[in-house]
């Protein structure tokens, strides 16, 4: 089986990458909170983004196998790529401080976590339809974090400069 086809692959290393970037925005969170240092938040919002977008890669990948069974509920569900799937479209308070938003991600990337697990325990049991069902709800909740974290680097870049380092002086 190819990893085009083989959707559990995907859900384990989407889980993997939504684990890691919610890591990296609780240090963002933690390194704005407790030392001031900017420069150090910025970079680790700039690595939580990273993750977040091979996780939302992997996440397309398996709605993209899923696609081929029959009575798949949502053949094609967001198989576009990140920058045009509206993720400045979420409803939700955009005046957050930066550190919330970076709290707010991370909360966002665990509960994709917990579902990119369990669409990988529906696809190992074949339960399609169900695996399809939490790869939605797993993507709804990477694109509310990738809206965070977007906000978060609005705040950062209106206060304290478009440098990742930039520091108030």
């Excluded at 559990?8 to 939504?18: N, V």
């Excluded at 081929?68 to 401080?97: C, K, M, N």
Aim: overall charge negative; charged content about 20%.
């Amino acid at each position: 089986m190819t990893d085009r086809h083989d959707p559990g692959h995907h859900h384990l290393a989407a889980a993997t990458h939504h684990q890691q970037a919610a890591h990296f925005h609780r240090e963002a969170s933690r390194h704005y909170r407790n030392g001031k240092d900017y420069a150090h938040a910025a970079h680790q919002a700039l690595i939580a983004h990273g993750h977040a977008l091979r996780a939302f890669e992997h996440g397309q990948a398996a709605v993209t196998a899923y696609a081929e069974h029959e009575g798949s509920p949502l053949p094609g569900y967001l198989v576009r790529s990140a920058e045009s799937s509206g993720t400045t479209a979420v409803a939700a308070p955009v005046d957050l401080a930066q550190p919330e938003h970076h709290t707010v991600a991370a909360t966002h990337h665990d509960a994709a976590q917990l579902h990119h697990e369990r669409a990988g325990t529906h696809s190992g049991e074949e339960h399609y339809i169900r695996a399809c069902h939490e790869t939605k709800k797993a993507i709804d909740h990477g694109k509310h974090a990738l809206f965070h974290g977007e906000q978060a680097t609005l705040h950062h870049m209106e206060h304290y400069g478009s440098h990742p380092s930039a520091e108030l002086a």
